[in-house]
Structure formats: structure tokens, C-alpha cells
């Protein structure tokens, strides 16, 4: 079997909605609506279609990864530009066969190509934790939401990246209501 990962294209966004359909289908703290998120995201000014990427496993679109333009905004006002994972997204059939964590090293070495320098996901820390994510917590770093401390979580793609950033995270208007 031979995985390979790609940057998306227009010809696989159905095949990718499907994919995150199903791939969210039953998963604990699912909205069924992160197929839309990523159709939303696609639509931005700021969508960058190197941080879009498939895994192809013998043909098939096996996943996905989106990483998208965000903003820690601290109490002066000042900003700091990072992104965002979300989705991850893996067909059931290819679930915890590694293609969701290589999807996110792809993604994160994508993004330090393009000039970022930290990443901030929210999800399952026992996961996120083996691609390198943190509590954001400890960079002083705030979800715009009540969430749990440990499952809001930062990565400094270059060391150092996060030193002197502190503030809250602001997405963009598409996450609202996913």
C-alpha cells in the first residue's frame, strides 16, 4: 500500500467533503458540519491551498488536513498571525494507521515553508500531544471560548515562535456555528 500526500484541488473537493463526512460520522464532539467549515474556508481571501492537503492510499482520498490564517490578539491590541488545524479528517477504514498524524507533520512543514511559526488546534490532547501540541495555556494563549485547559493546545513550528506571545485566538467568522 502506498500513501501519498498532496496538495488539494479543485477536483477533490467533493471526494473530500464525503471523506470528512464520514470521517466525523459518530466521532465524539462532532458538529456534522466540518465538511462546511473546510467549504467555507476554501472561499477566504487568506485560503492557502499549500496548507490543504490529501493523502492518497492506493488511489483512494484516504484524508485530509486544513491549516488556516488566524490571529492571537493580545491585550494592546498587537497581533500575532499563526494558523489553525481543522479539520483533521481520516476515512474510518484508514483510521489509526498513522495518515492523520503524517497529514499534520506534512501540514506543519508546509506552513514553515510559507513563513508560519506556531500552530493552535483544538481537540483531543492524547492525540495532538504526539504531533507536538501543548496546552496553549503555558504561552498564556486563550481560546475566544469556554473550553477545557488541556484540550486547547498550541505548537511552536520554530523555537522560540511563542516566547513573547500571549492573548486570545481569533478565528475567522467561518468557525462560527461549526
Same mark, same amino acid.
Given at each position: 500500500?502506498?500513501?501519498?500526500?498532496?496538495?488539494?484541488?479543485?477536483?477533490?473537493?467533493?471526494?473530500?467533503?464525503?471523506?470528512?463526512?464520514?470521517?466525523?460520522?459518530?466521532?465524539?464532539?462532532?458538529?456534522?458540519?466540518?465538511?462546511?467549515?473546510?467549504?467555507?474556508?476554501?472561499?477566504?481571501?487568506?485560503?492557502?491551498?499549500?496548507?490543504?492537503?490529501?493523502?492518497?492510499?492506493?488511489?483512494?482520498?484516504?484524508?485530509?488536513?486544513?491549516?488556516?490564517?488566524?490571529?492571537?490578539? *493580545?491585550?494592546?491590541?498587537? +497581533?500575532?498571525?499563526?494558523? =489553525? /488545524?481543522?479539520? !483533521? %479528517?481520516?476515512?474510518? @477504514?484508514?483510521?489509526?494507521?498513522?495518515?492523520?498524524?503524517?497529514?499534520?507533520?506534512?501540514?506543519?512543514?508546509?506552513?514553515?515553508?510559507?513563513?508560519?511559526?506556531?500552530?493552535?488546534?483544538?481537540?483531543?490532547?492524547?492525540?495532538?500531544?504526539?504531533?507536538?501540541?501543548?496546552?496553549?495555556?503555558?504561552?498564556?494563549?486563550?481560546?475566544?471560548?469556554?473550553?477545557?485547559?488541556? *484540550?486547547?493546545?498550541?505548537? +511552536?513550528?520554530?523555537?522560540? =515562535? /511563542?516566547?513573547? !506571545? %500571549?492573548?486570545?485566538? @481569533?478565528?475567522?467568522?467561518?468557525?462560527?456555528?461549526?
Amino acid at each position: 500500500m502506498s500513501l501519498t500526500i498532496r496538495q488539494e484541488t479543485p477536483v477533490d473537493y467533493a471526494a473530500v467533503e464525503a471523506l470528512i463526512r464520514e470521517a466525523f460520522t459518530g466521532a465524539p464532539h462532532a458538529s456534522g458540519k466540518e465538511w462546511l467549515l473546510v467549504q467555507r474556508l476554501r472561499g477566504r481571501p487568506d485560503f492557502i491551498g499549500e496548507l490543504s492537503l490529501v493523502a492518497e492510499q492506493d488511489r483512494a482520498c484516504a484524508g485530509h488536513v486544513l491549516f488556516t490564517p488566524i490571529a492571537i490578539v *493580545a491585550a494592546n491590541g498587537g +497581533e500575532h498571525t499563526s494558523i =489553525a /488545524l481543522a479539520p !483533521v %479528517s481520516v476515512l474510518p @477504514r484508514f483510521q489509526r494507521c498513522g495518515i492523520g498524524s503524517q497529514l499534520i507533520r506534512a501540514g506543519h512543514e508546509a506552513a514553515k515553508r510559507l513563513g508560519f511559526t506556531s500552530s493552535i488546534v483544538l481537540g483531543d490532547p492524547a492525540y495532538y500531544s504526539r504531533c507536538g501540541y501543548g496546552k496553549a495555556s503555558q504561552w498564556q494563549i486563550r481560546a475566544p471560548f469556554d473550553v477545557p485547559d488541556d *484540550a486547547f493546545m498550541a505548537l +511552536e513550528l520554530s523555537p522560540g =515562535a /511563542l516566547s513573547s !506571545v %500571549s492573548g486570545t485566538v @481569533r478565528y475567522p467568522p467561518e468557525f462560527d456555528g461549526v
